[in-house]
Every structure is written in structure tokens, then in C-alpha cells.
């Protein structure tokens, strides 16, 4: 697997450092593309790849190609628009790894299929650490023969890894994965702020907290920013907005009610619409803690 050509389209958090991750563990990272050139620039030089001016040269320089992307339109433009990952594809394989509706995932798995490609979801949990060091939760869609081929890769950038089944299902689990850690993330900035307006010792109570039925992951990762006001971005309240909003979408045509996921995304979303979306998912304490700007 390491004497195969990989390539990175978007460069942001996680795109960056997965590529970093890979270049250290001796794998050829070949080609970079993002939006941003300056940005594709550095981490070219960086880790010796060439920095492509566009999609079909990533194509053409690489034997798979990694993509990590905003949203559904982000998607569609790099599979569909006039300058794609598929002109002359046959043979590559495209692993996608942003948090995105089941529907792309199958659009873009049916389409490189078309071509000859092979085409894999790759849901990641963890954040910007796990991606440096190659400690990621990885869920994977699509067919369990091209999982099988890249499985040494995807070992290399997780610690955990499981294959969830066909195109669209991995995407499904990472929803649920984050509209419950959104839920979770929601409900203790409001226990935390409700305590602070008790007069509570907060160093107490998230110890208690930790010590009983309310513990949690979101506790450990987010319970000290909160009170300290650091919102440095791991996951940001946009992308937490975006994956409820999936979520939501997902219960209704399931017919389930989600009174919890829609108020978790009303909160983020108010936070978006306040231009504070860049602000990790721990923010959303400024809408509940008495007497901060916000709320």
C-alpha cells in the first residue's frame, strides 16, 4: 500500500493533518489540492507532494485519492462540476471522509463505478489530534472489496475501524453519531449554566458529574473549556448545525420525532446566524452561562 500515489483534496483541519500523518508513517503523498493555494503550497512543501491546479491533475498524479470536504455542495462540485476527480478515473479510488448526507455518498459511489473507479466512505470521529497521530474512529461505506484492498491505509490513520456496509450506511452511523454528541455537548452547557447561576463550585460539580449517571465524553472534552470560555475549533458549531440538520432530515423520513436533536440544531444554528459558527461546539455555553455576551 505505501508504494501507492496519494492524494488530498481540502486541506482544512483534518485534510492537513491526515496528510502529515500519512507522510510520517512513509506513505508517497504525491498531490495536494485545496481552494486555498497558499495553503495547498505549504503543505506541498512540506511533505514533498505537488500542489495540483486542479481536480484532474490530483486525478492523474495519484492511485487514491482522499478527499475531506464541507458539505454536499463542496462534494458535488468536486465529483460533478466542470473541473472533477472523474475525467480519466478508471482504476483510482476515491475515499471520502467528510460528514455528509447518504444520498452524495451513493451519487458519488454509483458515478465512479460508471467510470471504473471505486469509490469508499470513510466517516471519521476524533478531531484534529487523532488525525495528526493516526488515532482516528473511522466508519467505512461502501464495497467491502475495495475496503478489504485499502484496509492498510485506513489502519494507518485510525485506531478504531469498522466497516458499517454498502455506500450511504457509514454516513448514517457518523449522523447519529454526532447529532447524540450535539445533544450531549447542548445539555451540560445548559447543567453547567444552570449551576453557575446556583452559585455551584463547577470544578465540584463536573467532578460529581464525572462520578455519576451524567458522565460523559463531551464532560472530559469540552466541561473545562466551557467554564474557562475557550472555544478553540476542534468541531465547530457550523459542522454541528450540518450534522443535526442531517439527523433531522434522516428522523422525519424515518418518521421518528427528535425533540432533542431540533433543539440541540436550534441552538447551533442560532449560533451560526450570530456569525459564531467558526467557534468549537463548546460555545454553545455562551448561549446558557448567565451574565456572558451571549446569552
Known amino acids: ?38 495553503v495547498a503550497s505549504a503543505l506541498a512543501t512540506e511533505v514533498g507532494a ?108 485510525s485506531e478504531a475501524l469498522h466497516f458499517v456496509g454498502p455506500a450511504g450506511k457509514a454516513s448514517e452511523v457518523k449522523v447519529l453519531v454526532n447529532m447524540i454528541m450535539n445533544i450531549n455537548t447542548a445539555a451540560l452547557a445548559e447543567g453547567l449554566g444552570i449551576g453557575q447561576a446556583l452559585g455551584l463550585d463547577l470544578e465540584m460539580l463536573m467532578k460529581v458529574l464525572g462520578q455519576t449517571g451524567a458522565r460523559s465524553r463531551v464532560l472530559e472534552t469540552d466541561g473545562e473549556d466551557m467554564v474557562a470560555r475557550d472555544h478553540e475549533c476542534y468541531f465547530s458549531a457550523e459542522h454541528a448545525a450540518k450534522d443535526s440538520g442531517i439527523a433531522l432530515k434522516l428522523a422525519e423520513a424515518s418518521g421518528i420525532a427528535t425533540p432533542l436533536a431540533q433543539a440541540t440544531f436550534d441552538q447551533y444554528t442560532k449560533m451560526t446566524a450570530m456569525g459564531l459558527g467558526e467557534l468549537d461546539k463548546s460555545g454553545i455555553a455562551e448561549l446558557t452561562f448567565k451574565g456572558r455576551a451571549l446569552g
Open 50 to 157: 505537488t500542489s495540483c491546479a486542479n481536480l484532474a491533475e490530483i486525478t492523474a498524479a495519484s492511485d487514491i485519492v482522499l478527499t475531506i470536504v464541507t458539505n454536499d455542495a463542496a462534494m458535488e462540485s468536486i465529483y460533478f462540476g466542470e473541473d472533477n476527480l472523474l475525467k480519466d478515473a478508471a482504476g483510482r479510488i476515491f475515499i471520502n471522509c467528510a460528514t455528509l448526507t447518504p444520498a452524495i455518498h451513493g451519487r458519488v459511489d454509483n458515478a465512479a463505478t460508471a467510470v471504473g473507479a471505486s469509490s469508499l466512505e470513510a466517516c471519521m470521529a476524533s478531531s484534529i489530534p487523532q488525525a495528526r497521530n493516526g488515532s482516528l474512529f473511522l466508519m467505512i461505506g461502501g464495497d467491502q472489496a475495495v475496503f478489504e484492498s485499502t484496509k492498510p491505509l485506513l489502519d494507518d490513520l
Open 1 to 38: 500500500m505505501k508504494d501507492k500515489k496519494i492524494g488530498f483534496v481540502g486541506l482544512g483541519r483534518m485534510g492537513g493533518n491526515m496528510a502529515r500523518c500519512l507522510n510520517d508513517k512513509g506513505y508517497n503523498v504525491a498531490a495536494v489540492f485545496d481552494l486555498n493555494q497558499d
